[in-house]
């Protein structure tokens, strides 16, 4: 079965930094990007950053650059999420997902979804 573990979550004050990570079992992790999604109260879903376990490409959402950096341990079948200078907009529970990487990298066609881990950043 597919399997996406996401951990790591928890309370930070604004300008502090957390580590998600998200383990993956089930599948050929090279063959799949892994995005990651947050939801905030009363707001729809967004995606946040992904990459490709094939070639290790990445992508970020505007809100995120310069302060987010995805990684990926493919020995591991680990995607890490690094989250530096953390606003309180960041608060969310965060999400990550699976999709074979046969397209353009992006946020859409993602299959796999794991539970989430809430992120909370006090101002």
């Known amino acids: 079965d597919v399997q996406l573990q996401a951990f790591g979550g928890g309370l930070v004050q604004a300008g502090g930094s957390l580590r998600l990570s998200c383990a993956a079992s089930g599948f050929t992790f090279d063959d799949y990007a892994i995005g990651w999604f947050r939801q905030a109260p009363g707001k729809e879903r967004e995606g946040v950053s992904c990459?490709?376990?094939?070639?290790?490409?990445?992508g970020y959402a505007d809100s995120v650059k310069g302060r987010f950096t995805i990684s990926s341990d493919n020995a591991k079948n680990t995607v890490y999420l690094q989250m530096n200078s953390l606003k309180s907009e960041d608060t969310a529970v965060y999400y990550c997902?699976?999709?074979?990487?046969?397209?353009?990298?992006?946020?859409?066609?993602?299959?796999?979804w794991g539970q989430g881990t809430q992120v909370t950043v006090s101002s």
């Open positions: 990459i490709s376990s094939s070639d290790g490409s990445t």
């Open positions: 997902a699976a999709r074979p990487d046969i397209y353009d990298l992006g946020y859409a066609g993602y299959d796999y």
